[in-house]
Each structure stands twice: as C-alpha cells, then as structure tokens.
C-alpha cells in the first residue's frame, strides 16, 4: 500500500476511533442520568441530594470531556492528507521511530491500520513538542526513553 493511501486509511480510522470515544461518553452520561433517576425513587431525601449534587458533577465532568473529544473530532474532519511527502514532522504526519509509530493529530493513544500499530497524540502533548518539527535521523528523548526518527510522511 502506497504511504498516501495508507495515511488516508489512518486519518479514517482515527475518526472512526474519536466517533467511538464520543459514542462512550454520550452512552456513561446516559446510564447516569438513568441511574439517577431510578435511585431516587428509592432514596431518602437527604440522601438523594447529595446524590444528585455528586452524579451531576460527573455529568458535568462527563460533558466537558464529550466537548473536548468533539473539538478533537473537528479537528480531525478538517485535516487533509497531501501527496507531497513531509520532510519534518508535523500535525498529522506518520512519524516511524526506533519505538512506535506516531500520529500526531488528537490524543488517540493506540490504535491499529492495517495491522500496524500507531500512537495517536495530540498537538500539545509534550511527547509531540519534542518531535516537532524534526527531520528524518533525528533523535529526541522522552521519560527517559530514547527514540530516533527513522520515516516521516
């Protein structure tokens, strides 16, 4: 597989991936609405306010993290993959190392194309300030760990 149809194939697999990380947070703020609901038909008063003081602040906790991961999937939706091949890396660039495969894109961790392992991180992350903008040979060090840049495209 040529390495633009290839990274093509990455970016959809990592909007499939941050539509599932939506879909997850959309599901856990449901059950708990529900929960709620059906305990406090069980429940004291008291009880049931500070319940309900506890479930919505993880409701909202919830909902700000689902805001993040839609920002994150806008992100995603505008990125476009070039034919010309990148001679440093940056956001959305395929980066090989010694250690892993990079996605430098949106906070995706692991996830896999085509039975290859990639890490999907994001823009802020200090992981990818460290690899930003280095070049093919290039080394950069990261909790200890040593990695060499050894493919970008």
């Not at 990455?10 to 939506?22: F, G, P």
């Not at 449901?30 to 429940?43: A, G, P, R, V």
């Not at 990079?102 to 999907?120: C, D, K, R, T």
């Amino acid at each position: 597989m040529k390495k633009h149809d290839f990274k093509i194939k990455v970016l959809e697999m990592a909007k499939k991936k941050q539509e599932q990380i939506i879909n997850d947070f959309k599901s856990r703020i449901e059950d708990l609405k529900n929960s709620e609901i059906m305990i406090n038909e069980d429940q004291y008063e008291y009880d049931q306010q500070s319940l309900d003081s506890s479930t919505n602040d993880m409701i909202n906790h919830l909902a700000d993290e689902l805001n993040f991961a839609l920002d994150e999937l806008n992100f995603l939706q505008k990125m476009q993959v070039g034919e010309k091949p990148l001679d440093r890396v940056s956001l959305g660039s395929i980066v090989k190392t010694n250690k892993k495969t990079f996605f430098p894109s949106v906070s995706l961790e692991n996830f896999s194309v085509n039975g290859q392992e990639l890490f999907g991180i994001s823009g802020q992350a200090p992981l990818y300030q460290l690899m930003k903008d280095k070049k093919v040979g290039d080394s950069f060090e990261y909790k200890g760990e040593r990695y060499k840049i050894l493919e970008i495209y």
